[in-house]
């Protein structure tokens, strides 16, 4: 199946040729892979360039990483966000962790075929993974304090990057009471704002610095 990414070289156009390609080489893999694996809903497949890839690059409008940031994407499903990222952030550094075996095949079949040398997949839970990082990203996983619960302790105090340290998070809804009861202070930056589509009404990455 073959994608039309054209909506992410509007949205991007600092993309060279060679990650627009990586791009359609990546959704054409997660469509081939969902007709074994339910990856995302098959009725939405045709859909799969605004609703996930585009989705997950509403990241790189939060924060441009810089080289040498490292970053966990924690239940990565089928490669959401990290994938995406991992192709916009060439010189950051992607671990993305998923608990179950067969989607982490899918990943890790997806980074072969599309040469990223920054990303690794690993089965696993993040309470498993003994580092430290920069960033942790995920897409509505859990509600955002058990997810904090999960991870705070794997992000690094100190960074060098335009904001600090902590997680950004993929998210829609109405968040107000799940934020209030985080003791950081988290900032949703509403997804409308930097591409402007139905769709992403109500939707949000949520920035939340972890506490010095």
Request: a neutral charge.
């Amino acid at each position: 199946m073959k994608f039309d990414l054209s909506i992410v070289s509007k949205h991007f156009p600092e993309f060279t040729p060679q990650q627009i390609s990586q791009f359609e080489t990546y959704a054409a893999a997660i469509a081939e892979w969902n007709e074994k694996i339910n990856l995302i809903s098959r009725s939405d497949v045709e859909n799969l360039p605004k609703r996930h890839i585009l989705h997950s690059l509403a990241i790189a409008k939060v924060m441009a990483f810089q080289p040498d940031t490292t970053v966990i994407d924690v239940g990565t499903g089928g490669g959401f966000p990290g994938v995406p990222l991992a192709i916009a952030f060439p010189e950051t550094r992607f671990l993305l962790v998923d608990s179950i075996g067969k989607k982490i095949k899918v990943v890790q079949d997806c980074l072969e075929r599309l040469e990223l040398e920054n990303a690794v997949a690993i089965q696993c839970r993040v309470e498993q993974v003994d580092r430290q990082v920069d960033f942790v990203v995920a897409r509505a996983v859990t509600q955002l304090p058990k997810f904090m619960g999960w991870i705070r302790k794997k992000i690094k105090r100190s960074g060098f990057n335009d904001l600090p340290n902590g997680v950004l998070y993929l998210k829609g809804g109405d968040l107000t009471e799940e934020l209030s009861s985080i003791p950081e202070k988290p900032q949703p930056h509403p997804i409308r704002s930097h591409f402007d589509y139905d769709e992403f009404d109500q939707k949000y990455v949520i920035h939340v610095p972890v506490k010095r």
